[in-house]
């Protein structure tokens, strides 16, 4: 065998790394916010516009809905921020060891939107929410 019975052509490898990156992708993508189960969508009965169960966002934790991440700082405080990363823009993907985090340059959130860590220096935008029922809604 030689060392050209090992080469990759430029297409292979191209489409390898876009199977990889997608995968990738789909990976994160298919998270869940807190590392334990994905939040369950209010059910029937469920106010209209609801955006999560109150017994789904964790004390000291929170989950992404959408463009809202709902989190709960301290037991019944709930808080509701925009997903949008203040440095770039990019969507933040995972709350985790008390921290909101967005994968693109690595910033860092508070539970109440505070910039932890950068290169963010502006808080994640506020989204109010209010507890209705047993469901979160937009205030």
Known sequence: MTINDFSLNRRAVVV????????ATLTACGA???GDSAPVAP???AP??????VADVPVGGGVIVGDTVV??????NFVGLSSTCTHAGCKVTTVAKGTINCPCHGSRFELDGAVRG??????????????E?????PA
Do not use: F, N, Y
Request: charge should be neutral; charged fraction near 15%; hydrophobic fraction near 40%.
């Open 133 to 137: 029922g047993d469901s979160i809604v």
């Open 71 to 76: 989190t709960q700082p301290t037991p019944g």
């Open 32 to 34: 869940t916010e807190t």
């Open 48 to 53: 209209a516009g609801a955006l999560v169960r």
């Open 43 to 45: 059910g029937p009965g």
């Open 118 to 131: 950068g290169p963010a220096t502006k808080p994640l935008a506020a989204e109010p929410v209010r507890v």
């Open 16 to 23: 390898g790394t876009g199977v990889l990156a997608a995968a």
